[in-house]
C-alpha cells in the first residue's frame, strides 16, 4: 500500500513537470558543466581541433588577406584565430565559451606576440557582435549551423566569405567544395560561402 501511494505521487510529480515543458528527453547536465555567466541554450558542439592543414585550406579558400578581419565562432584552442593573424596576416577574433580553452588560447596570443592582430572573447557565439567580419570560419555541427544562420544573416554584409568546416549550412548555396586529407589519412571536406 505504502509503495503505491509513493507511485502515485510520482506520477503526479511527473504529471506537473510535464505540464510546465521539463525536457524529459533531454540529457541533465550538472550545473559545474556549464559556465556560469552564460546560458547555454543551444545544441552543445564537442571540441574537436580542426587539423592545421584543414585551418589553411579554410583561410585560403576565403581568400583571407591582410586587410580581412576573421571570426572564428567557437574558437576552441584558437589554432585559426592564430594562424589567420600570422600567416595570412589579418585581423583576427575568436569567440569561445569554454573558459579554460579561452584562458588558454589567448595566453598563447599573448606568448606569440600576436595581441595586435588577435584576440579571444569569452562569451557565447550567439551572442557576439560580428558586424566587422570580412570572413567568419566554421566548425560546428548541421544543426548548430541552422541555428546560427539567422544571425549571420542578419550581421554580416554582403560580400562576407563564411568557411564551414565539414558541416554544411542548410539552405546556402556553397560557392565552393574542396576536400582536404589530414595527416592521420582522414578526409575534411570545406564549404565556401559568400553572403550575396
Avoid: C
Avoid at 510535464?18 to 552564460?38: I, K, M
Avoid at 577574433?93 to 569554454?98: A, F, I, K, N, T
Avoid at 595586435?116 to 550567439?126: E, Q, R, V
Avoid at 566554421?138 to 558541416?167: C, W
Amino acid at each position: 500500500m505504502l509503495r503505491r501511494i509513493h507511485l502515485g505521487r510520482l506520477v503526479v510529480v511527473l504529471a506537473v513537470l510535464a505540464a510546465f515543458g521539463f525536457p524529459f528527453s533531454q540529457p541533465l547536465r550538472a550545473q559545474s558543466d556549464l559556465t556560469p555567466e552564460y546560458e547555454v541554450s543551444h545544441d552543445v558542439v564537442p571540441f574537436v581541433p580542426t587539423p592545421t592543414n584543414v585551418a589553411e585550406k579554410m583561410l585560403e579558400l576565403a581568400k583571407v588577406t591582410p586587410n580581412d578581419v576573421v571570426y572564428d565562432l567557437g574558437s576552441g584552442d584558437g589554432r585559426i584565430v592564430i594562424l589567420a593573424a600570422q600567416k595570412f596576416g589579418a585581423h583576427a577574433v575568436g569567440v569561445e565559451l569554454d573558459g579554460k580553452r579561452y584562458e588558454e588560447s589567448s595566453a598563447r596570443i599573448k606568448e606569440l606576440g600576436l595581441a595586435s592582430k588577435a584576440k579571444i572573447l569569452h562569451g557565447d557565439m550567439f551572442k557576439a557582435d560580428i558586424h566587422s567580419a570580412t570572413v567568419v570560419t566554421l566548425y560546428l555541427l548541421t544543426s548548430v549551423n541552422a541555428e546560427i544562420r539567422p544571425m549571420l544573416e542578419k550581421q554580416l554584409r554582403p560580400g562576407t566569405r563564411v568557411v564551414s568546416h565539414d558541416f554544411k549550412m542548410s539552405g546556402w548555396n556553397a560557392e565552393q567544395t574542396e576536400e582536404v586529407t589530414d595527416e592521420h589519412g582522414a578526409v575534411h571536406t570545406v564549404y565556401l560561402y559568400t553572403r550575396p
